[in-house]
T-cell receptor, first 113, second 113 residues
Framework: QKEVEQNSGPLSVPEGAIASLNCTYS??????FFWYRQYSGKSPELIMS????GDKEDGRFTAQLNKASQYVSLLIRDSQPSDSATYLC?????????????FGSGTRLLVRP | SQTIHQWPATLVQPVGSPLSLECTVE??????LYWYRQAAGRGLQLLFY??????ISSEVPQNLSASRPQDRQFILSSKKLLLSDSGFYLC????????????FGPGTRLTVL
């Protein structure tokens, strides 16, 4: 079983719709979760972090965490064509004196005008 | 504010040639530093991480090595490149303490021919 799993997509939604991106993880001890956005040919950009169960909202983005189900999701409201990118879910694995981010393979989102 | 630089942005090298990629961080001290590789259409693979000058941990045995000669400088090297070394190389930093959010540099796209 992969440590962090995402559906590769593409997830296609019309402009203005809500895009829902999902991620599951295998390590029950994980405490920190991140969503990165990566445009084609560019480096990943951190867009959301979440550490506690429940929802965290930032503008059009909402991250949702359910540690009991080992599930984290990202909702994008009022999707725009500029949101078209690959979204990477990442989970922290703590090492001796540092942290290791375990990444999912990403979900490609396509927002149709 | 913190800034992370990588160079070169793109590189085409023949098989068997040496490699040196450089990463520098500005605006912070004692960062944790990371090297990742992203192969075409694949997820991010952690190669090395460093919690301080001269302290390097390797995640995957391979043809590459890393060094940290200064607090905010991280170098990725190879003596002889292989075809399989082609990919998108990303440097990232995080604070040495507190919430372990990682921020990525712009990346170096390496093609080995």
């Amino acid at each position: 079983q992969k440590e962090v799993e995402q559906n590769s997509g593409p997830l296609s939604v019309p402009e203005g719709a809500i895009a829902s991106l999902n991620c599951t993880y295998s390590d029950r001890g994980s405490q920190s979760f991140f969503w990165y956005r990566q445009y084609s040919g560019k480096s990943p950009e951190l867009i959301m972090s979440i550490y506690s169960n429940g929802d965290k909202e930032d503008g059009r983005f909402t991250a949702q965490l359910n540690k009991a189900s080992q599930y984290v999701s990202l909702l994008i409201r009022d999707s725009q064509p500029s949101d078209s990118a690959t979204y990477l879910c990442a989970v922290i694995l703590r090492m001796d004196s540092s942290y290791k981010l375990i990444f999912g393979s990403g979900t490609r989102l396509l927002v149709r005008p | 504010s913190q800034t992370i630089h990588q160079w070169p942005a793109t590189l085409v090298q023949p098989v068997g040639s040496p490699l040196s990629l450089e990463c520098t961080v500005e605006g912070t001290s004692n960062p944790n530093l990371y090297w990742y590789r992203q192969a075409a259409g694949r997820g991010l693979q952690l190669l090395f991480y460093s919690v301080g000058i001269g302290q390097i941990s390797s995640e995957v045995p391979q043809n590459l090595s890393a060094s940290r000669p200064q607090d905010r400088q991280f170098i990725l090297s190879s003596k002889k490149l292989l075809l399989s070394d082609s990919g998108f190389y990303l440097c990232a930093w995080s604070k040495g303490s507190g919430r372990p959010r990682q921020f990525f540099g712009p990346g170096t796209r390496l093609t080995v021919l």
